[in-house]
């Protein structure tokens, strides 16, 4: 159902890998609440084809763009104002990776060659896109920018490994140039932290179904899905929101003011 809530709205979309990515929901709920759009991958993940599919379902054109270099962030920024005739209302990041994580390579043993990729692709992006954004001055005034976060920045769940150390850094990233950005053009900067969710990021983990059956036992709403997720960041990209900045907002069904709850008491009284 459609509400008209970004109408006349135009956004970039990154991290659209494949119809379980939280950017590929989001991308469908933002074209069916009027926006347009333009669609962004890894070259690497855009090799797959699948965005292919997104890109028509939506009607949006695909620019590949690492957000590792500085040259292609550049190039999307000047492709996107090219486009568009100008500059844009939303953004959505929505990137995750680690390779310690990929490789198996526990939190006490990370090769911190993968720890910098890692973190320049997951949290430093975010820092790039927005400075990129600033200096074309691609995003229009009253603009919205939303980046994926997890509850790991703020707890230890040791698994996540190094990405706990990159949410941490997103979310400052999100703090810090939301104030540059809403004193120099109104543009606001927040990160949403998700339910674990499954997609291909989410299924990396060590433990996963352990971790999404825990989290929904721990949550009052249970876990949010990545449909849920997308319909959150469409009311963060709308004029409904337009004083939120600089929080790292959680959209988690609760888990993240829970103590415990009778499900888990019950479970470890077993
Ligand atoms: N799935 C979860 O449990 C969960 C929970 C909380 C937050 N998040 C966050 O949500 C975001 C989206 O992840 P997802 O779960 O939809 O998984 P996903 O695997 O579908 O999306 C991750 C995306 O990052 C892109 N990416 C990786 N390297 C890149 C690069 N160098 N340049 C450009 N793009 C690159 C991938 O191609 C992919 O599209 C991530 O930030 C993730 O950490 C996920």
């Given at each position: 159902m459609s509400h008209n809530l970004l109408k006349g709205k135009k956004g970039i979309i990154f991290?659209?890998?494949?119809?379980?990515?939280i950017a590929w929901k989001t991308a469908i709920r933002c074209h069916e609440e009027g926006a347009e759009l333009l669609l962004t991958n890894a070259p690497v993940a855009m090799r797959m084809g699948e965005i292919k599919k997104l890109a028509e379902a939506v009607n949006a054109p695909v620019v590949p763009c690492d957000v590792s270099s500085n040259e292609d962030v550049d190039k999307l920024m000047e492709e996107a104002m090219k486009h568009f005739g100008g500059g844009v209302d939303f953004i959505l990041h929505s990137i995750g990776m680690s390779i310690n994580v990929r490789k198996g390579l526990g939190y006490t043993d990370n090769n911190y060659e993968f720890t910098h990729k890692g973190f320049d692709i997951s949290a430093l992006s975010l820092h790039r896109v927005l400075a990129s954004a600033m200096k074309h001055d691609a995003i229009n005034e009253w603009g919205s920018v939303v980046a994926l976060s997890y509850i790991a920045a703020q707890r230890v769940?040791?698994?996540y490994n190094d990405m706990a150390d990159n949410k941490a850094v997103l979310e400052s990233i999100a703090r810090n140039f939301g104030y540059q950005y809403g004193v120099k053009k109104h543009v606001r900067v927040n990160t949403v932290s998700q339910s674990p969710t499954r997609t291909t990021a989410g299924s990396g983990v060590k433990g996963f179904d352990g971790f999404i059956n825990y989290a929904e036992k721990m949550s009052p709403l249970g876990n949010a899905s990545a449909d849920d997720c997308a319909n959150y960041c469409v009311t963060l990209f709308?004029?409904?929101?337009?004083?939120?900045?600089?929080q790292n907002l959680f959209?988690?069904?609760?888990f993240s003011f829970t103590g415990v709850t009778q499900a888990v008491i019950e479970q470890m009284e077993k």
């Open positions: 991290g659209a890998l494949d119809e379980k990515s769940f040791p698994d709308s004029d409904m929101t337009k004083m939120v900045t600089m959209h988690d069904g609760g």
